[in-house]
């Protein structure tokens, strides 16, 4: 026999706060959290206590704040989040729930900010920045979270250069 419920918290204005499915006391199926305005935060299905699948959260305006993946409560794939206005702010690659690859940073206008390359949840490899034209403004060289260069452009070539 499967025992079935919802458990619902409110905020102070009596307003819905979180929504959660359970199935014989584990969380199972669609959890929701909503604003005190009653508008949706966020939700993420759960199997067996785990989240597993699309978890969205969103700002007050309903636009999509972050958009990530889990598979057995392990974000997963890539993970995009968003300015207010749903212009993309970055994205990000997750393995198992590690920081894996290549992350992006993003002006409001759609220009690359930043790129930044992790392996086992650690910076590692190179990290440009760029001004919001596009144009290369830094460059720092990782070794497993450590820094080891820092190098400065200006109009496209190097002004400065520091060893760690």
């Known amino acids: 026999m499967i025992l079935s419920e919802i458990q619902r918290t409110y905020h102070d204005n009596h307003a819905v706060r979180t929504e959660e499915r359970y199935e014989n006391g ?3 199926g669609i959890s929701k959290w909503f604003y005190d305005n009653g508008s949706l935060e966020a939700e993420i299905l759960y ?3 785990l989240r597993h699948g699309r978890y969205v959260s969103y700002y007050e305006n ?3 704040w972050q958009e990530s993946f889990y598979q057995d409560d392990l ?4 993970s995009k989040w968003y300015y207010e206005d749903g212009k ?3 994205e990000m690659l997750y393995e198992d ?3 894996e690859g290549v992350t992006r ?6 220009e690359v900010k930043l790129i930044e390359n992790y392996h086992n949840n650690l910076l590692h490899g190179k990290v440009n920045g760029f001004d919001e034209k596009g144009t290369l403004i830094m460059e720092d060289i990782y070794e497993n979270g450590q820094k080891k260069v820092s190098r400065q452009f200006h109009n496209g070539k190097m002004i400065a250069e520091m060893f760690h």
Do not use: E, P, S, T
């Open 97 to 99: 729930g590690i920081q």
């Open 88 to 90: 993309l702010a970055a």
């Open 62 to 64: 309903g636009n999509i």
């Open 105 to 110: 940073w993003f002006y409001k206008n759609g």
């Open 26 to 28: 584990k969380k199972n």
């Open 75 to 78: 974000i997963c794939g890539l």
């Open 47 to 49: 199997l067996n206590d």
